[in-house]
């Protein structure tokens, strides 16, 4: 037996066998799988795409989204959150009246998306929108009678089997998109493709497991919890959306269908990270710490700390690798009309960092059942970003619009620091040193990671740095946390 092989075996056994053991780790590592699969495939298809059709094919249905999206976030009465945090939320009638509740708002939305079509196609001087918008707000319709199964799985901390799902049925829309694309270039071809998926992720969730047979039901007292629940989480979904739409909506105003498909571009990209916190936020962050809150409320700050420095570390290398390559990924990969996303895209990261920052205290925020602290930090925030991004476009142009976009952020943020300071939640210093850390790596890799070799290894110290800080400081704090218990 070699040397290596006596010191692995103590780390497997000892390290990473436990490790894989926890329902936490086990759910982080699967959702992180997942995703990189599901961004790979967006990626591949957004790259098949730019070959078969024109930017501003994707401008006109970024406007389809917004309208879509902001019916649908307009009208969340927080189901998810209220299942998974609610001491009930397995109770077969509490499943069955937000089941019933999920459906007629499904059917809610497409009926809205017809008579908000005409509105937004007039705005937008774009007279195809009144046919696109209610097509595609079909989905909201379908979508809502999926499966309470997604809602339990969640709940469960066994959130593979949805995400799985989640990326067969955007697989199954990027193969349907792409291939009338390739003989109907036009927006009909992305429209065709969100149908078919939302088809297979709706029937696909009845394969997950439920603890119910789903049939409508209407229990009065848990439905009054359920909308006593969501109507911050309504506040709170319909402030997010106008703070993170009003670029979209600003640009397809006053910019043109090619500037407004660019621009999406771009910050689809850069949101990536954000993105992935996101989801291991909503499926494990959350759903562990609301566990904790309900079963042992004197030992969440203790398991707080650790899971947002991983957080805080795995945001930070994602950032700093998707400003490296940004440049590289538009200029090589995309065509030439594309070449100006890398530039808007570098912007957008620090919107995005700000993003992964601001969203953990909001993950914390929902654990404990704040929602309405929750719901008025977005309210801040889309007050803060109007003005900031106007002044900022107005003097400063695109690039000062995403300046001011990000500084929106920061009122939110401190505001929910104050917050989870009164529950002695609040991890400031954390936050900052963080920050401080991107704020480096991104001015050290713009001065020096000029080639693709530096800006490589400039990535790869900057990962291992920072691995290292949250390996050390993690030992630091159980060590801390072990004395003061002796």
Not at 107 to 115: D, F, H, N, P, Q
Not at 323 to 350: E, K, S
Not at 425 to 445: E, G, H, R
Not at 459 to 466: D, K, M, P, R, Y
Request: proline fraction near 4%.
């Amino acid at each position: 037996m070699t040397d290596d092989a006596i010191v692995l075996r103590p780390f497997i056994h000892q390290r990473l066998r436990p490790a894989l053991r926890n329902p936490a780790t086990f759910a982080s590592l699967t959702t992180v799988g997942l995703f990189a699969t599901s961004l790979l495939l967006k990626l591949v298809s957004n790259l098949v795409l730019s070959r078969l059709v024109l930017p501003d094919v994707f401008g006109l249905m970024a406007l389809v989204t917004i309208a879509v999206m902001g019916l649908t976030l307009l009208s969340d009465v927080g189901l998810a959150p209220a299942v998974v945090q609610h001491s009930k939320g397995s109770d077969p009638d509490f499943l069955r009246t937000a089941w019933t509740i999920q459906a007629i708002r499904g059917l809610a939305i497409w009926v809205g998306c017809w008579i908000a079509a005409p509105l937004v196609a007039k705005f937008y001087s774009e007279p195809i929108l009144v046919m696109l918008i209610p097509i595609v707000g079909f989905t909201a319709a379908i979508e809502g009678f999926a499966s309470t199964g997604i809602l339990t799985v969640q709940r469960r901390l066994k959130p593979t089997a949805m995400i799985s799902l989640n990326v067969v049925s955007q697989l199954l829309g990027a193969v349907v998109t792409c291939s009338l694309a390739f003989f109907y270039p036009t927006v009909w071809s992305l429209v065709v493709g969100a149908l078919a998926a939302s088809v297979c992720r709706t029937l696909g969730s009845f394969l997950l497991p439920s603890e119910i047979r789903h049939r409508f039901r209407w229990n009065p007292e848990f439905a009054r919890e359920l909308f006593h629940f969501g109507k911050w989480i309504f506040v709170s979904t319909a402030a997010t959306f106008f703070a993170m739409q009003v670029d979209r909506m600003m640009l397809g105003r006053i910019g043109s269908l090619e500037t407004l498909g660019l621009y999406t571009l771009a910050t689809t990209i850069a949101m990536l990270p954000v993105l992935l916190i996101t989801h291991i936020g909503d499926y494990v962050m959350f759903p562990l710490l609301a566990h904790s809150a309900r079963e042992t409320p004197e030992k969440l700050a203790a398991e707080v700390a650790p899971v947002r420095g991983r957080m805080l570390g795995f945001g930070l290398i994602m950032n700093v690798g998707v400003f490296a390559v940004a440049p590289i990924f538009f200029g090589r990969l995309y065509g030439v009309q594309y070449a100006d996303a890398g530039r808007l895209c570098q912007w957008m990261v620090f919107a995005g960092w700000g993003g992964v920052v601001s969203g953990l205290a909001v993950q914390t925020l929902k654990a404990i059942g704040d929602v309405r602290a929750m719901a008025t930090g977005k309210m801040i925030r889309f007050i803060a970003t109007i003005p900031c991004t106007l002044i900022g476009f107005t003097q400063f142009g695109l690039e000062g619009f995403i300046v001011g976009y990000t500084l929106g952020i920061v009122p939110e943020h401190l505001w929910n620091v104050w917050k989870l300071w009164k529950t002695r939640l609040s991890f400031p210093l954390q936050d900052l040193a963080y920050t401080l850390a991107f704020t480096a790596a991104i001015v050290v890799l713009h001065l020096f990671g000029t080639t693709i070799i530096s800006a490589a290894i400039l990535v790869c110290l900057v990962s291992g740095i920072t691995l290292a800080a949250v390996y050390w400081i993690e030992n630091k704090t159980r060590g801390n946390l072990a004395a003061q218990s002796a």
